[in-house]
């Protein structure tokens, strides 16, 4: 082994060495290429804040990532459900700080206005996590202005909020006006009509003090006749498509309503209905008696046991009344009707249906449908509608050809290919393509590297080296079947070695390979009858450097 390295030189070594190194990491990194998973997305849309909190914790977890500029960070496949679980564990990303502010927080030493800030923190962290569990919300954000109670102040200011949503779609009436009440129900005294809410795009969802205002009133009306007419279109479309199919019927519907808000009194007499309702009577007596007498007025007749006078002329009268009042009660009616606004003055509903299509395709043949037909459908929307020929409804059905638009029949979905995802594919044809780069490299590269690296170190300038013969080894003998054929043909002894100059280049490991058993008895015989020759071809062969 000393002689090896003595032989092939630290340069030699130190190349060898260098290029193993290198096919080994290259091979290395293919094994790691193709073992590597798959990598998917573990969030995505992430705010600059909360991707640096989650890679952070990554890498504390020594797992590989990639994260890109939109907020979307990258992990192996087969460990995304692990690392949502363990990160959900922290609260990243974080939604918002809930109250498990309080859990981190210090108690001792905190003033009132750090507690009453951090009250207000964990009550919009917690509203924003709940309002983004609505489908529609991506995310959320909540500002709260709950004003201090003064001691000696009389009015009392109202506390108010206001919504920041980034929506995946268009939000309806009734969930913009859920997250409203959410937010109002959290906050004590805080009306619905104080919440503000505004989209990602700048569109004010909801808000405002005055709902009694013109513009306010003049928007809700609308709002409410739009939501009549979708209901309205909903119903006429489901019944008639009930009977034509899905994509073959068109209705829009226009409605005037009326917004007025009414109330009437009114009070009637009926005079033929009486009922008594109190009699009274009075009735009264009276007499008068008046008349004259002849008598003196004397002691005498004063006296008791006197005998009466003569009486003299008298008169008698008697008066009598009699008074009856009977009061009765008329039946009285009193009526007050209260109409609130939106009531439908009149209808316009129009309706398109297609006709039947007898095949596939744009140049399809078309029929048209029968007046029978027509006359049902009228009559299903009427029904659906609430006609009403009084209050002026209209309906206006018509049978016309919808437009054709060629799509092309529908291709299933391919399925993998051997049950493998075009991910795992794209693994494999990397792979395959390292895998030939490196045996490409190591056929045109490191073979004929290694072996210019084993060649020996080609003989000096002008020193003997080959004798003439086929034979090219420096400085060999001739070969013995030229020696012998040439002492046959003129029958006379070999002639003496020549040595010939040296032949820079040659390789003594290509012509030990073509040596033969023969050829070795016959070289024997030759230096047996050359010894001096031959002596001397050794002797070269001894100087030559090593």
């Known amino acids: 082994m000393p002689e090896f390295f003595k032989a092939v030189g630290a340069a030699r070594f130190g190349v060898m060495a260098g290029v193993a190194a290198v096919l080994t990491a290259f091979f290395l990194y293919i094994a790691g290429a193709i073992t ?14 909360d991707a640096a909190a989650v890679t952070a914790k990554l890498d504390g977890m020594n797992v590989k990532y990639d994260a890109k500029g939109d907020g979307t960070i990258l992990v192996p496949a087969d460990q995304v459900t692990k690392l949502r679980m363990a990160l959900a564990q922290d609260n990243l990303p974080a939604a918002g700080i809930g109250y498990e502010i309080f859990d981190k927080s210090d108690a001792f030493g905190t003033t009132a206005f750090v507690q009453n800030i951090n009250r207000l923190r964990a009550i919009e962290g917690e509203l924003a996590r709940s309002i983004q569990t609505i489908e529609g919300v991506q995310s959320a954000r909540i500002h709260l202005v709950v004003p201090e109670r003064q001691i000696f102040s009389r009015d009392e200011q109202t506390p108010s909020a206001s919504v920041v949503l980034k929506t995946r779609s268009v939000l309806g009436r009734g969930q913009v006006a859920a997250i409203q009440h959410l937010v109002a129900a959290a906050v004590a005294s805080l009306n619905p009509s104080r919440v503000a809410i505004v989209d990602d795009r700048g569109n004010l969802l909801a808000g405002g003090d005055d709902k009694t205002g013109a513009g306010a009133m003049a928007a809700n009306q609308e709002q409410s006749t739009t939501d009549y007419e979708d209901r309205l279109r909903q119903r006429i479309e489901s019944i ?88 009765y009660e008329i039946s009285k009616k009193v009526t007050t009707s209260t109409q609130d606004g939106g009531d439908v003055k009149h209808l316009s509903v129009a309706v398109v249906v297609d006709g039947t299509v007898t095949g596939e395709g744009a140049n399809a043949p078309y029929k048209a449908r029968t007046p029978a037909e027509m006359a049902q459908i009228t009559s299903l929307v009427k029904s659906a509608m609430g006609f009403d020929q009084a209050r002026g409804d209209q309906v206006q059905v018509t049978n016309m050809p919808f437009a054709r638009v060629d799509v092309g029949t529908a291709e299933p979905a391919a399925k993998p290919l051997l049950g493998l995802e075009p991910s795992y594919w794209f693994k494999i044809i990397e792979a395959s393509i390292m895998c030939l780069t490196a045996l490409l490299i190591g056929l045109f590269v490191a073979r004929p590297l290694i072996a210019r690296m084993f060649a020996p170190n080609p003989p000096p300038q002008g020193q003997p080296t080959q004798l003439t013969g086929s034979s090219p080894v420096a400085g060999a003998l001739p070969a013995p079947a030229q020696a012998q054929s040439a002492a046959s043909q003129d029958g006379s002894t070999p002639a003496p070695l020549r040595v010939l100059p040296a032949q820079p280049g040659l390789d003594l490991s290509q012509i ?11 070289i024997g015989e030759v230096v047996n009858a050359h010894p001096d020759e031959a002596l001397a071809i050794i002797r070269t062969w001894l100087h030559q450097p090593v």
């Open 36 to 49: 590597e998973p798959p990598k998917t997305i573990l969030f995505g849309g992430l705010e600059p804040r």
């Open 240 to 327: 008639v498509t009930s009977v034509v199919g899905v994509g073959h019927v068109r209705v829009q519907v226009a409605a005037d309503m009326n917004y007025n808000h009414t109330s009437t009194t009114s009070e009637s007499y009926d005079p033929d209905s009486k009922v008594v309702r109190s009699t009274q009577t009075v009735e009264q007596n009276s007499s008068d008696n008046s008349g004259t007498s002849q008598n003196a007025v004397s002691v005498a007749n004063a006296l008791p046991n006197a005998a009466s006078a003569t009486p003299g002329d008298t008169s008698k009268s008697t008066s009598g009344r009699t008074e009856e009042t009977t009061n």
């Open 512 to 522: 030990e390979g073509q040596v033969r058993d023969s050829s070795v008895k016959k």
